[in-house]
C-alpha cells in the first residue's frame, strides 16, 4: 500500500478545553435520545430480531434502559458460523493491502464519531470522560496499528536463500473464528481482537458482552460502513454460556479469542478441547483473563510519586480493570507514610455519575458486581482494617456506586490479597524487607500487571528482573497501557501469553505456509 505513515499514538482529548466539554454535552443529549433503541442480530449480513430480548441498563442511573437486544440461541450462532465459513472462502484472498485499507477506514471512522463513543461508554459502561478518552484513543490505535502490522505480515518474509529454488513463505489467515469481549473496554478490546482476526483474513463470530451491546454495536457500523463485507464479522448478543460457548463449540470454528474472566477462559479451553464431528483441525484457544496487580513501593521510592499511582491504579474507572492495582506492597520503613497519602488520596476522589466531569469514580457495571464488592469489603473486614470507603455510596445516585476502599494490614494469603475483585478495593500489604516485597507481588496464580517505585539503582534492577508480571513498569503507574508503546498481556493464569497491540499479535491469527519450487 503506498504511503501510509508510520503509527503514532492517537492523543486524547482534553475536557479543560471548552469546545470539547460542549460537544461531549451534545453528544450525550444525542445518545440519551436514542435510549431505548433496539438492537438485532446480524447474521452473515441480515438484520435479525429474536424473540428473546435483553437490555443493558446506564450503571450510574439503572432506571435509564441504553437499548434492548435481540439475544443469540444456539441456531441463530450456528447459522452465524456457516456465513462465516462461506465468508471465508472469498475473504481469505482479498489482499492484505485491501484488508489493512477497511481498518485505516474504521478508525477514521471511529475519529469521526469520537464523541458519540465517549458518549456510549460513559453512559452504557459508566467510564468518566477522561476514561471514555483513554478507550476511544486505544481502539482507534487499534485499527491503526493492526492495519500497518498487516502490511508486514502479508509482505515478503525473510528466508535463507538456496541456490536453484524459490522459496517463499505465507501468513494465511486459519479460518471462522469467535471473538468474545468483556464489557470494561467494550470498544477497544471487542475492536482490536474482531479488527486483527479480520485483518488477518480470517471471519468473525461476534459475541459482546450483554453489560456493553450498544457499543459494540456501534464498533460494528463503524466496520460495517468501513466496507467489510457482509458474513465476514457477524454480531451475536446473547447470554456467554448459551451463545458464546455455542460458537466456540462449532466444528468450523478454528479459534477461539477470548478476553475476560479465568474461570470463562479456562471452560472456554476445555470446550475447545472436545472434538465435535467433522472438526478439521485443532481450535487455537488464545485467552486474556484476570489479574492480581502490585503495585510495591520500596522505602527507596518518591513516596507522592508512588501513592498517586497507587490511587490512580486502584481506583480508575472504579478499579474495574484487569490491571488495576489491587494490591499495595508497602516497605515496613515507609509503610506508615504511604499508608496516610494513599488514604487521603482516596478520600479526595470525587463520586458520581460519569457523565460529570468532576467525578472521578462511577457506578460499577451492575448489581452483581456491585453485590460481589461489597461481599469482598466484608470479607476484608475480618482480614484487615478499613482505612477509606467500606460500603455503598448510595448518596452519589441511584446507580451501582461503591465507595473506593482501602484495607490496611492484610496478610499476603488473606482472600482480598489473592483473589480478583474487579472493583474498587485496595490492599494494603506491609513487607519487612526489600526481599520479602518482591516475593509478595509474586505470590499469586495471576502475572498480568505490576508496578515497582524506588530510586535505588540497584534495587530497580532487581526488581525488574524477579517481578513476574507481563506488564512490568518502575515508578509509575500499572495501568494505562499504549498500543504499540506497551504492548499488553499477561503470565500463568492471566492469559495464554499473548501481547495485544504488539509485533507478535497477528501471528495468533495466522498460520505459515512455505512453498518452495525447484527451479529449472
Ligand atoms: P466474563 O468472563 O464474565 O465475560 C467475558 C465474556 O465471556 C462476556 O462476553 C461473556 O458473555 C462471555 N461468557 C461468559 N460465559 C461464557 C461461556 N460459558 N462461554 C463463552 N462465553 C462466555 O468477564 P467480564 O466480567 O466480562 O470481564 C471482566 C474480566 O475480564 C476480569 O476478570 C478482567 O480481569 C478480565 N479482563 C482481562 C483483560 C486482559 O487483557 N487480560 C482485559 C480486560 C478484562
Known amino acids: 500500500m503506498a504511503n501510509v505513515v508510520p503509527f503514532v499514538n492517537e492523543p486524547v482529548l482534553n475536557a479543560a478545553d471548552p469546545d470539547v466539554r460542549r460537544r461531549f454535552a451534545e453528544a450525550l443529549a444525542r445518545a440519551e435520545g436514542r435510549f431505548g433503541e433496539a438492537i438485532p442480530l446480524v447474521v452473515g449480513g441480515e438484520r435479525v430480531t429474536t424473540a428473546k430480548q435483553g437490555r443493558s441498563l446506564n450503571p450510574c442511573a439503572p432506571e435509564q434502559v441504553v437499548c434492548t437486544f435481540s ?31 477497511v481498518l485505516l477506514r474504521a478508525a477514521e471512522i471511529l475519529r469521526r464519531r469520537r464523541y458519540d463513543f465517549d458518549a456510549l461508554l460513559t453512559l452504557e459502561a459508566g467510564k468518566t470522560f477522561a476514561e471514555a478518552e483513554a478507550e476511544m484513543a486505544e481502539a482507534i490505535d487499534f485499527c491503526d496499528f493492526y492495519a500497518r502490522e498487516a502490511l508486514r505480515w502479508g509482505g515478503p518474509q525473510p528466508l535463507t536463500p538456496l541456490r536453484g529454488e524459490m522459496n517463499e513463505l505465507h501468513y494465511i489467515p486459519l479460518g471462522p473464528g469467535v471473538v468474545i469481549p ?11 481482537m474482531a479488527a486483527a482476526a479480520i485483518v488477518a483474513g480470517n471471519t468473525v463470530v461476534l459475541k459482546p458482552s450483554s453489560d456493553t451491546v450498544r457499543i459494540g454495536w456501534a464498533f460494528f457500523e463503524a466496520l460495517e460502513e468501513a466496507g467489510v463485507p457482509p458474513g465476514v464479522v457477524s454480531f451475536v448478543p446473547g447470554p456467554g454460556a448459551v451463545a458464546g460457548e455455542a460458537a466456540a463449540r462449532a466444528a468450523a470454528v478454528r479459534f477461539i479469542s477470548f478476553t475476560g474472566s479465568k474461570a470463562v477462559g479456562l471452560r472456554l479451553a476445555q470446550v475447545a478441547a472436545e472434538v465435535q464431528p467433522g472438526q478439521r483441525g485443532v481450535k487455537r484457544v488464545i485467552l486474556e483473563m484476570g489479574g492480581k496487580d502490585f503495585i510495591v513501593v520500596d522505602e527507596s ?21 484487569c490491571s488495576a492495582c489491587s494490591r499495595a506492597i508497602v516497605h515496613a520503613r515507609v509503610y506508615d507514610e504511604v499508608l496516610e497519602r494513599v488514604t487521603a488520596g482516596t478520600k479526595a476522589l470525587r463520586i458520581g455519575p ?29 482480614e484487615g482494617r478499613v482505612a477509606a470507603g467500606g460500603a455503598r455510596a448510595a448518596a452519589a445516585g441511584s446507580g451501582w456506586f461503591v465507595e473506593p476502599t482501602v484495607i490496611e494490614g492484610v496478610d499476603p494469603r488473606a482472600r482480598i490479597a489473592c483473589e480478583e475483585i474487579f472493583g474498587p478495593v485496595l490492599a494494603v500489604l506491609r513487607a519487612d524487607t526489600f526481599e520479602r516485597s518482591l516475593e509478595m507481588a509474586n505470590d499469586t496464580e495471576y502475572g498480568l500487571t505490576g508496578s515497582f517505585f524506588g530510586r535505588d539503582r540497584a534495587r530497580v534492577e532487581t526488581a525488574k528482573k524477579a517481578l513476574h508480571a507481563g506488564n512490568l513498569y518502575v515508578n509509575r503507574k500499572c495501568t494505562g497501557a499504549l498500543v504499540g508503546v506497551h504492548p499488553f498481556g499477561g503470565f500463568d493464569m492471566s492469559g495464554t501469553d499473548s501481547k495485544a497491540g504488539g509485533r507478535d499479535y497477528l501471528g495468533l491469527f495466522t498460520q505459515a505456509k512455505l512453498v518452495s519450487e525447484k527451479l529449472g
Open 71 to 101: 439475544q443469540a440461541g444456539e441456531a441463530d450462532v450456528q447459522r452465524a458460523v456457516a456465513a462465516a465459513e462461506r465468508a471465508f472462502a472469498t475473504w481469505r484472498w482479498v489482499a492484505w493491502e485491501e484488508r489493512a485499507a
Open 354 to 382: 460519569a457523565k460529570d466531569l468532576e467525578v472521578n469514580v462511577a457506578a460499577v457495571i451492575n448489581e452483581s458486581a456491585m453485590k460481589s464488592i461489597l461481599g469482598y469489603v466484608e470479607v476484608g473486614r475480618g
Open 182 to 192: 468483556p464489557w470494561n473496554f467494550p470498544l477497544a478490546i471487542l475492536g482490536g
Open 301 to 321: 521510592a518518591d513516596l507522592d510519586a508512588a501513592a498517586a499511582a497507587v490511587v490512580a491504579s486502584a481506583f480508575g474507572f472504579q478499579g474495574q480493570k
